[in-house]
Nanobody
């Protein structure tokens, strides 16, 4: 079992930046691939970014590519999502997720992730 706690959400104007953090506890963090998903009101939860247990590779949704950066610090058991050039359509609850990565291939399907945080709200005003 691994417990995930997100932080760093808030209200920001369009064009601004936020950095989300996800602190993990319970098991060896470096065994887990990590991901960020988001869910806007009335919409399905969607993939945002993922990072391998080693830090490479990383994958991004097309909608955030070039604006968001996922990273991890295995010594601090933390994964980050740096969000720049935020847009109103980025408004959502952002969730951190994890799965035990047993192969080199990094999977991003939502069903792959076994552990989820409670989410943190990001609101981007126009």
């Amino acid at each position: 079992q691994v417990q995930l706690v997100e932080s760093g959400g808030g209200l920001v104007q369009a064009g601004g930046s936020l950095r989300l953090s996800c602190a993990a506890s319970g098991r060896t963090f470096s065994n887990y691939a990590m991901g960020w998903y988001r869910q806007a009101p009335g919409k399905e939860r969607e993939f945002v970014a993922a990072i391998s247990r080693s830090g490479t590779p990383t994958y991004y949704a097309d909608s955030v590519k070039g604006r968001f950066t996922i990273s991890r610090d295995n010594a601090k058991n933390t994964v980050y999502l740096q969000m720049n050039s935020l847009k109103p359509e980025d408004t959502a609850v952002y969730y951190c997720a994890a799965y035990t990565q047993t192969e080199d291939h990094l999977r991003v399907a939502q069903s792959t992730f076994d552990y989820w945080g409670q989410g943190t709200q990001v609101t981007v005003s126009s």
